[in-house]
């Protein structure tokens, strides 16, 4: 499974942005795509997550209510649609699939398959 990440880049607080990561090779071993983000100094953390099949979403808390994570089947391609933006959701931004079924998607390392990182900029 190949995954191209893109979509970052500048805004000013409040705005909005729209990540996309395509999947490409053997998707049909995919059980859920997560993007997940990392500031300088912090640890990666995940923002949201959804099931390959778009029956189960998940949000961190520090995101929901303003981002939205979807799935186009047609294009393999999953989305973050970010807004009301805040300084504090600067970071790299990453996607990624897991090749198994986890009850806990949150963690890193359980996620097999990683797309390059999108800078997200948010000022102030």
């Known amino acids: 499974v190949q995954l191209q990440a893109s979509g970052g880049g500048l805004v000013r607080a409040g705005g909005s942005l729209r990540l996309s990561c395509a999947a490409s090779g053997r998707t049909s071993s995919i059980y859920t795509v997560g993007w997940f983000r990392q500031a300088p100094g912090k640890e990666r953390e995940l923002v949201a997550a959804i099931s390959w099949g778009g029956s189960s979403i998940g949000y961190a808390d520090s995101v929901k209510g303003r981002f939205t994570i979807s799935k186009d089947n047609a294009a393999n391609t999953v989305y973050l649609q970010m807004n009301s933006l805040k300084p504090e959701d600067t970071a790299v931004y990453y996607c990624?699939?897991?090749?198994?079924?986890?009850?806990?998607?949150?963690?890193?390392?359980?996620?097999?398959?990683w797309g390059q990182g999108t800078q997200v900029t948010v000022s102030s």
């Open positions: 990624a699939a897991s090749g198994k079924y986890y009850y806990d998607y949150t963690m890193a390392d359980r996620y097999d398959f």
